[in-house]
């Protein structure tokens, strides 16, 4: 295995004359959930899609497990294991709770041909059915999505994220417009997932309770440059972070 999961170097991205990111390097270990955090504007997603190909950077390199995967597609970089949910749903709200987890996996699952003549549901039921316990809303499974509150919305969104067994998955703001008492069950659930499977997280959040009580290590991210990485402890009495970002 190797020691670090995911390494970028030096990336940077431009519109124009607007350097969105500049020569961010950092590199995320085997099993850490790492958070990036920044006020808008600090280019955290600008930074998710480069990592994740859905933009190319202008320069800097991106390897995963040991592979250089900066000229891959986004659907390239899934099928290596790499997931990732967004900062708007991707549900489809007019299929059951279940099918929205079943189809996100299918993509992963054999041949063309394997999935052209296999069940419609490739087999992946029970696995559906697993991720729907974990994420104590195996009662909402044949619902349509649509139905759903938008904070359970969430939690179908970051469980399709976890269907085809991803060594990696980036966070877009999983918190964003949840309730309170739902962020707290999501952060709870992300720790068990952690510990159970092993994955490795990145996580962007504004939520500064939530990042400070998940990860292991936060990165701060201000005008597209890196502040600071460390640990929450670290960040929390980081002067330049504190002055920079978190206020007081």
């Given at each position: 295995?190797?020691?670090?999961?995911?390494?970028?170097?030096?990336?940077?991205?431009?519109?124009?004359?607007?350097?969105?990111?500049?020569?961010?390097?950092?590199?995320?270990?085997?099993?850490?959930?790492?958070?990036?955090?920044?006020?808008?504007?600090?280019?955290?997603?600008?930074?998710?899609?480069?990592?994740?190909?859905?933009?190319?950077?202008?320069?800097?390199?991106?390897?995963?497990?040991?592979?250089?995967?900066?000229?891959?597609?986004a659907?390239?970089?899934?099928?290596?294991?790499?997931?990732?949910?967004?900062?708007?749903?991707?549900?489809?709200?007019?299929?059951?709770?279940?099918?929205?987890?079943?189809?996100?996996?299918?993509?992963?699952?054999?041949?063309?041909?394997?999935?052209?003549?296999?069940?419609?549901?490739?087999?992946?039921?029970?696995?559906?059915n697993?991720?729907?316990?974990?994420?104590?809303?195996?009662?909402?499974?044949?619902?349509?999505?649509?139905?759903?509150?938008?904070?359970?919305?969430?939690?179908?969104?970051?469980?399709?994220a976890?269907?085809?067994?991803?060594?990696?998955?980036?966070?877009?703001?999983?918190?964003?417009?949840?309730?309170?008492?739902?962020?707290?069950?999501?952060?709870?659930?992300?720790?068990?997932?952690?510990?159970?499977?092993?994955?490795?997280?990145?996580?962007?959040?504004?939520?500064?309770?939530?990042?400070?009580?998940l990860?292991?290590?936060?990165?701060?991210?201000?005008?597209?440059?890196?502040?600071?990485?460390?640990?929450p402890?670290?960040?929390?009495?980081?002067?330049?972070?504190?002055?920079?970002?978190?206020?007081?």
């Amino acid at each position: 295995m190797s020691l670090i999961t995911l390494k970028v170097s030096n990336l940077k991205k431009s519109y124009g004359a607007i350097q969105a990111v500049k020569e961010v390097s950092f590199q995320v270990k085997p099993g850490e959930i790492f958070g990036v955090i920044g006020p808008n504007g600090s280019g955290k997603t600008t930074l998710f899609n480069s990592i994740l190909g859905q933009i190319n950077s202008d320069f800097g390199e991106i390897i995963f497990n040991d592979q250089n995967v900066s000229k891959l597609s986004a659907l390239e970089l899934s099928r290596l294991g790499i997931g990732r949910t967004f900062q708007t749903l991707q549900v489809f709200e007019k299929m059951s709770v279940r099918d929205n987890l079943i189809v996100a996996a299918q993509e992963h699952q054999g041949t063309m041909w394997s999935r052209i003549f296999s069940p419609p549901n490739s087999g992946l039921d029970s696995k559906a059915n697993d991720l729907l316990e974990k994420f104590h809303i195996a009662h909402m499974a044949d619902l349509m999505a649509g139905q759903l509150s938008y904070g359970q919305q969430k939690l179908v969104d970051i469980a399709m994220a976890f269907m085809s067994d991803p060594t990696l998955i980036l966070l877009d703001e999983p918190c964003a417009g949840v309730n309170p008492h739902l962020v707290s069950d999501i952060g709870a659930l992300l720790k068990r997932l952690n510990e159970e499977k092993g994955g490795t997280f990145v996580v962007i959040e504004h939520n500064m309770d939530f990042i400070m009580n998940l990860c292991h290590r936060i990165m701060v991210m201000v005008e597209g440059e890196v502040l600071a990485i460390g640990t929450p402890d670290e960040i929390r009495s980081n002067k330049q972070v504190l002055q920079a970002y978190l206020g007081n």
